[in-house]
Each structure stands twice: as C-alpha cells, then as structure tokens.
C-alpha cells in the first residue's frame, strides 16, 4: 500500500522530480484538488480567481457567486487524465449554486478522481483481484456582498482518499478522509467608460484548502493538504454591444513548507513530517533552503484572455508557468464556447512547453453548465 500511494502522488504531484538534482518541488497528498475541473478556466492557463461568474466558481472562487447575474447555475465537466497510457483515469465535477437574494448565495461542489482499475496479485503466479481506488470532494459555501463592489465566501469541505489495496499487513490499507476551509474575496468595479470603450475591473483572491494533514495509515503523521493562495486581476474590455474582451493574470503558492534540502536525512524529514498543518502555512513564506530567490520560484504564475461576441460565441487561450525546479508545469491553452438559450458548452486544450510530461497533454476537456434560474441580476 505505501509503494502504491507513493506512486499514485508521484503521477498527481511530480515527486519524481526528485531524482534529479536540482528539482525540489512540494508535494502533497490529494492533489487532485489543484487541477482545474472546467473547461473554460482551463483554457485561460487554469486561472478562475478573478475571472467573471460562472457555475464553476466553487472551484476557484465562490465568492464570485454573490454577484452572478442568474439566480440559479448548474454544472458538469469532464476531463480525461493521462489519456496517452491509461482510459480509466479521469476527474470529473458537479457544482450548484443558488443566489437567493441580491446580496447572498450558498453552492455546493462535488469533485470525483476515478484512477481506474488496479489488478492486484500477492505474487506472479497468483490469480489477481480488480480494484479502483479514487478520490472525492463534497464542499459547500456560502457568499455574501459585503459592499456594492467587494464580497466574500467561506467554503467547508470534506475529502476522502480511497487509495487502498488490500492489506498486506503494514497497516495501512484504509481509506484516508479529512476536512478543509476556503476563504476567498472577490471586487468587481462598475462599468467605466474610456475614450473609445468602456470596462470593468475585476480582482480576486482564495486561500484554499487550510486544513489538517491527511494520513494514508495509522501512523501520527500525514501528507500535507494541497494549501495554496491564489492573487488575481483582470479587466474587461467592451467594445460595444456585442465584442468583449477579457484580460486576466493569476499568481499561486502553495502554503505548504519546502521540503529540506537533503530529502535522504531521516532526521531533517522527521523534522519537516512533525511540522503541523497551521504551522507550515506560515512557514511557507520563509522557509525554502534557497532562501528568498528559491520562494519567489515556488510562485507560479498564469495569463490568460477570452473574447466573447454577442454573449454566444467565446474564444479563449491562456499560458501556464511553473519554475522548472518546483515542478516544470509550463504549458498553453486553447479553447471555445457557445450559449444558446439556457445552455452553454465549452471545451479546452492543452499543449505542453515543458520537458517535463504533462498528464493533461493533448487532452480535451468538457463543460456543460446550465442557467436554470428565471430571475436576472443588474450587471452594474
């Protein structure tokens, strides 16, 4: 159970990085939490802090709610996950929102990392057992306008890791669960008009997933939750009734501490192991062996733009980075939308610019979401 856990966070979270001398990227457990869901926040580099509202905003943001223009959103999405090698490992998520008064919303998340099948054999000639171990995410939020401009949400969530094998006898064959909060901003300004067009400001920020370790066996000590805190911007601008166009940028660390330098020494590991969770987001900010040059390297960054024509047809692209010795995701993105009446339908990809394979490359992601409510919103 232990080597398979490994190798599962190993795929999701590149600690195989570590075989190389100068990589030095954190790893975590449950990363599937970090990976963006939806198709259009994943064809703008996987930003959604600071993005408009949309149904996925659970994801990123769900303080967004609380200035949706529809007072009820459903939505799916699917995504594919190292479909190169495998055709049974995929991530998909549900999300619901209800915005019941002008100034209030509540949703609730679902997020499902199926890892496919697993043929387990005790030795090479015994006849072997099927398993499917997976991940899931239940969260629900509630938003609120604490001005005409500015609101917040808080987010609780419940995890559960379902990694087990059968127990061979180290003790560690059980599913791992714990439970985590989001806590997230989100400024949207008027309408402001410019000499040859009007815009809009838009600014974010979540401090996601603060919540204690998760443990993959009874022992005292556990994987680190995927912390992070995501800081966005973007602007909007709007051409005339039809034509918009949406700049945005979003910068992401994890609150999690750097592992030592000498991941060998037993003594230094047992040290950062027995860092408790509160502890290391504070030591996240200051506690990189390569002192502050090595922190500002754990930052990575996104830019991103979509362009929408008569609220109908959208285009989006977007670029990822990652400093290549904290974990080399570095990669563009592609994509399109199209709304017709209630429904919307998007779709994105991903081309890999780094050395470093990408599990999501060349892999199509899918997103249907659904304006259920009657009731419509002011835009400002």
């Known amino acids: 159970m232990k080597n398979f856990t490994a190798l599962v966070l190993s795929i999701l979270g590149g600690s195989a990085l570590y075989a190389q001398k100068d990589m030095h990227p954190i790893t975590t457990g449950v990363p599937f939490l970090t990976i963006a869901a939806d198709a259009r926040s994943a064809a703008m580099g996987d930003m959604g802090v600071a993005t408009t509202t949309d149904a996925f ?9 609380a200035f949706a223009l ?12 190292m479909s190169k090698i495998s055709s049974g490992m995929s991530l998909a998520q549900a999300n619901y929102y209800n915005k019941f008064n002008e100034r209030s919303a509540f949703s ?24 499917k171990p997976s991940e899931f995410a239940i ?24 990694l087990k094998l059968p127990d061979t006898g ?19 300004s008027d309408r402001m008009a410019f000499s040859d067009f009007d815009g809009r400001w838009r600014f974010g920020f979540n401090l996601q997933n603060l919540g204690p370790k998760i443990s993959y066996s009874d022992k005292p000590t556990g994987d680190f939750l995927p912390a992070n805190l995501k800081l966005g911007a973007g602007f909007d601008f709007i051409l005339d009734d039809y034509n918009t166009l949406t700049i945005a940028t979003e910068f992401n660390k994890l609150l999690v501490p750097t592992p030592p330098a ?20 504070f030591k996240s900010f200051g ?57 919307t339908v998007d ?34």
């Open 287 to 343: 506690d990189a062996p390569g002192g502050f040059s090595e922190e500002m390297k754990e930052v990575a960054w996104a830019l991103g733009a979509e362009y929408w024509y008569d609220n109908t047809f959208a285009f989006r692209a977007g670029y990822f980075n990652e400093n290549k010795n904290k974990g080399a995701r570095q990669y563009a993105t592609l994509g399109a939308g199209f709304k017709y009446s209630m429904i």
């Open 170 to 188: 180290d003790g560690d064959a059980s599913s791992a669960s714990t439970f985590a909060v989001d806590i997230s901003g989100f400024y949207q």
């Open 57 to 65: 905003s659970q994801q990123h943001n769900a303080s967004k709610y």
């Open 347 to 380: 779709l994105s990809y991903l081309f890999s610019t780094s050395k470093i394979n990408n599990p999501l490359e060349n892999t199509l992601r899918f997103s249907l979401t659904f304006d259920l409510g009657r009731k419509t919103y002011p835009k400002g």
């Open 262 to 281: 000498d991941v060998t020494d037993p003594e230094e590991m047992r040290k950062y192991n027995d860092t408790g969770w509160f502890k290391g987001v």
């Open 139 to 162: 969260d629900a939020s509630y938003a609120l306008k604490l001005s005409e401009k500015f609101g917040m949400a808080v987010t609780g969530r419940f995890i559960n890791s379902n």
């Open 108 to 131: 609730v998340g679902f997020r499902y990392f199926g890892m496919g099948e697993v043929t387990y054999r005790e030795d090479y000639n015994s006849i072997g057992a099927t398993y």
């Open 70 to 81: 529809k007072d009820q959103g459903f939505a799916l999405s699917y995504t594919p996950y």
